[in-house]
């Protein structure tokens, strides 16, 4: 459980890196190509570790999940929320995205075989309230175009999809196959579009600015790799719906940062939603009846002293 949260933590940062990387020109598209390359790129040089006594068969068997958890749950997200900002704004893309817990929950009972008490739906409507509460007043000065609700909502399902497909993945083929096949993939896939070609171009104009590559180095490690790592570990003891509410800490650490080192304050009524996320937090976190209840005819339902296979 605190993988996940470290996980969230280290997300909640990513405002932080992405400022500098704005400040020299990428938007937010641009910014989601370049963690995504760059997450790759790591991958690459460390994928002998990663896939250290994985069984290739048991890969191959797995590919076509692989693929769909690659195309929804990184590249998918990225690109649905990162368009979001783009046209409703921060505040209201972040809200639409925490609609992932709602979603989490449904989908971890329809293709995880979770069972849901009133503790877990209480947690998972706490938790997307007080981001709604906690990103109130950028949501009431945002646009209300169609198009960007779309994209946000989309960017939810997305983002609940990770680990509800990953989850089963993980339990196959281990936590860094996963997490790596899913940014390779993308990373693959990006390489085709013009676009990702240009953002390179622009980056090269920059090569002699340790500032920059010093924001995208920290994102890469500590907002991607690392949390990403940490994540689908935690998925191994972890219920998708219940790692969906547990990463709503994400806006809590994003906000206090901009409070901390920004100099932004809070009304009233966004320290109240801070609190309810916390409490959504607080609901999964406590041992008890909730949302990391998995039915045991689950394939994804690795019992604390059983290990989990590895094909």
Do not use: K
């Not at 940014?183 to 693959?188: D, G, I, K, Y």
């Not at 920059?212 to 940490?230: D, E, F, H, P, S």
Request: net charge neutral.
């Amino acid at each position: 459980m605190w993988m996940i949260l470290v996980a969230a933590a280290l997300w909640g940062m990513l405002g932080l890196f992405a400022v500098t990387l704005n400040g020299a020109g990428f938007d937010g598209q641009q910014v989601a190509l370049l963690r995504v390359l760059g997450a790759a790129l790591c991958i690459v040089f460390g994928a002998r570790w990663l896939l250290c006594g994985l069984d290739g068969r048991s890969l191959i068997s797995q590919a076509p999940w692989l693929l769909l958890h690659a195309m929804i749950g990184v590249l998918g997200y990225n690109l649905c929320y990162f368009q979001a900002i783009d046209v409703v704004g921060v505040a209201m893309a972040v809200v639409l995205l925490y609609t992932a817990p709602l979603w989490a929950l449904v989908l971890g009972v329809v293709l995880d075989g979770e069972s849901v008490t009133g503790r877990g739906l209480a947690a998972a409507l706490a938790a997307v309230c007080g981001v709604g509460l906690l990103l109130g007043q950028g949501v009431s000065t945002a646009g209300g175009s169609m198009e960007g609700v779309i994209f946000g909502l989309a960017a939810g399902v997305c983002y609940a999809l990770y680990p509800v497909l990953g989850r089963r993945l993980v339990v196959q083929l281990g936590p860094d196959p996963v997490m790596a096949s899913g940014f390779l993939l993308s990373a693959l896939v990006l390489l085709l579009l013009p676009e990702t070609w240009e953002v390179l171009a622009g980056l090269a104009v920059h090569r002699g600015e340790g500032r920059i590559w010093g924001a995208l180095l920290a994102m890469t490690l500590l907002g991607t790799l690392l949390a990403y790592a940490l994540f689908t570990r935690g998925l191994q003891r972890v219920t998708a719906s219940r790692a969906a509410v547990l990463a709503t800490v994400e806006p809590v650490v994003g906000v206090l940062g901009a409070v901390l080192w920004v100099g932004e304050g809070l009304l009233p009524l966004q320290w109240g939603g801070l609190a309810l996320i916390l409490v959504g937090a607080l609901l999964v976190a406590i041992p008890g009846p909730g949302l990391d209840q998995v039915s045991g005819s689950s394939p994804a339902d690795p019992s604390p002293d059983r290990p989990l296979p590895r094909g």
